[in-house]
């Protein structure tokens, strides 16, 4: 037996050994994450703080404003407090005379000849603008322009020796979960710093051109217009906005990323207003139906709905378009399109590449400037015509009520006389159409890829979708002016 209990011996040796290097291995890898961990986090964020603080400031604005209208900023609305305070307003009688009202906000130095960023909502109608520089120093500002779509401006003070500045960073390489510092003039308490994490990232809250970073760091009222800075020194958003039911920071603020200020303050900078490519069209996403309604395999891009005169219409663009590429990139959704038109060059000539027909055609559009049609102001004809006399007839398809538009049903509904279609006069609650927001009022102008103005047009478009064999039929809804389409799944 002996000599059998040795050979086991030696045969259990070499495992003990290889559970031994494991336990060497698992241990020394603790280290190098605890080491990792270390460095991803330092011990402090002092050394930083005291590098780019110089170059954040305090912003006070001042404005005359026509007179009181009670208690400013003494008494809360609802206090008991706030009749005394207004009989003491009432006694003094100077509640009709001009007053200066004051506002307080954040910014950040952009170049050592001094240039400042900051929110527009933060400078936004005043008559003085006063900066506050970290060493205490105060300046008096002059603006240099605003875009109210990114809710940035730019500032510009006249020192007497160079500023310290800080640079922009890459906003998309950013990452969720990668560190961060907001600093700025919380609540009018002078500098602050707060740290935290991206939250998420591409938020959008109610522009066209929002590109929000989302953070923890602490963010309140006073930091609107400071800088969010990464690790490395570089500010990568504007702080500009927070989602909080009580008025305080509770972890959810936004910052306007760095490569959309970027874009603005070089063109703020250079010509004092935005110039931005315009196309010239109304759009809207590509859902799976009207993808399927219109023979498109996938549902991305975005539809035409409607061609205005500029542009588009002068380079051949079609109302049921839809744009799959711009200048060689690949339109995912409307949101991107917009962005990627707003920051091409005005006068550029672009390739658009359409989906139209079931096959896909390439147009040349030289971009307009959006501001100047933003600025255009539409002519709209004040004479009288001739209404041709309408069907009244109603049919009921697909969940709706339709009938033909007379002169009653017109000014029931407050429809132009130059608008063709039918109109829903009632809409199946259970039905699809309900599902997908159709609602008494709407305009029908389109069904199935063709113009409708009667029953039997919209009739004999239905029975073409069936015999191609479609399983949806699309529709150009018309709403208060605005057009999109909607595509309705046929009964089987």
Excluded: C
């Excluded at 927001?437 to 239905?462: C, M, P, Q, Y």
């Amino acid at each position: 037996m002996q000599p059998k209990a040795v050979a086991l011996s030696k045969q259990n040796q070499p495992t003990f050994q290889l559970r031994a290097l494991w336990l060497g291995v698992l241990a020394l890898a603790f280290v190098l994450v605890q080491a990792l961990s270390a460095q991803a986090r330092p011990e402090s964020l002092a050394p930083l703080a005291e590098k780019i603080s110089p170059s954040v400031v305090n912003i006070t604005t001042s404005t005359v404003v026509a007179g009181r209208t009670g208690p400013q900023g003494i008494a809360p609305e609802g206090s008991p407090f706030e009749d005394f305070f207004r009989e003491f307003n009432d006694r003094n009688n100077d509640g009709d005379r001009p007053r200066r009202s004051s506002a307080l906000g954040s910014g950040f130095v952009i170049s050592e000849d001094g240039y400042i960023v900051t929110n527009n909502h933060v400078i936004e109608g005043a008559d003085e603008i006063l900066i506050e520089f970290f060493s205490g120093e105060e300046l008096p500002a002059k603006l240099v322009g605003t875009d109210p779509n990114t809710d940035i401006a730019l500032l510009k003070v006249e020192a007497g020796a160079p500023l310290p500045f800080v640079p922009f960073g890459d906003s998309d390489v950013a990452r969720v979960g990668d560190w961060v510092i907001a600093m700025g003039n919380p609540l009018g308490q002078g500098f602050s710093v707060s740290a935290g994490i991206v939250s998420a990232r591409n938020r959008a809250l109610s522009g066209s051109f929002d590109d929000y970073i989302q953070t923890d760091a602490a963010i309140n009222r006073g930091n609107s217009g400071g800088p969010l800075f990464n690790m490395d020194g570089q500010v990568i958003g504007v702080n500009t906005a927070i989602l909080s039911p009580n008025g305080g920071s509770i972890g959810i603020g936004f910052s306007m990323a760095s490569n959309v200020v970027t874009r603005v303050v070089d063109q703020l900078r250079e010509f004092g207003e935005t110039r931005r490519g315009w196309l010239g069209v109304r759009i809207q996403d590509v859902t799976p139906d009207i993808a399927e309604s219109i023979g498109l395999e996938i549902a991305k891009g975005a539809m035409v709905t409607s061609v205005q005169d500029g542009p588009s219409k002068d380079a051949g663009m079609l109302e049921r378009d839809v744009i799959l590429k711009f200048a060689g990139q690949d339109v995912d959704d409307t949101r991107g399109l917009v962005r990627q038109v707003a920051n091409s060059p005005v006068g550029e000539t672009v390739r658009v590449l359409v989906f139209r027909d079931g096959k896909t055609v390439t147009l040349k559009v030289t971009l307009g400037r959006r501001e100047d049609a933003e600025r255009a102001v539409p002519v709209v004809a004040t004479e009288d015509e001739p209404e041709a006399e309408a069907e009244e007839i109603t049919t009921t398809l697909l969940g709706l009520t339709f009938s033909a538009l007379t002169d009653e049903l017109r000014a029931e509904l407050r429809v132009e006389a130059d608008v063709e279609g039918l109109a829903v006069t009632a809409v199946d609650e259970a039905s699809e159409a309900a599902e997908k927001g159709l609602r008494v009022g709407d305009i029908i102008t389109e069904a199935g890829l063709k113009k409708v103005t009667s029953i039997a047009d919209l009739t004999k478009s239905l029975d073409e979708v069936k015999e191609a064999g479609r399983k949806s039929m699309l529709l150009l809804v018309l709403r208060a002016g605005d057009p999109s389409f909607v595509a309705l799944g046929l009964e089987e």
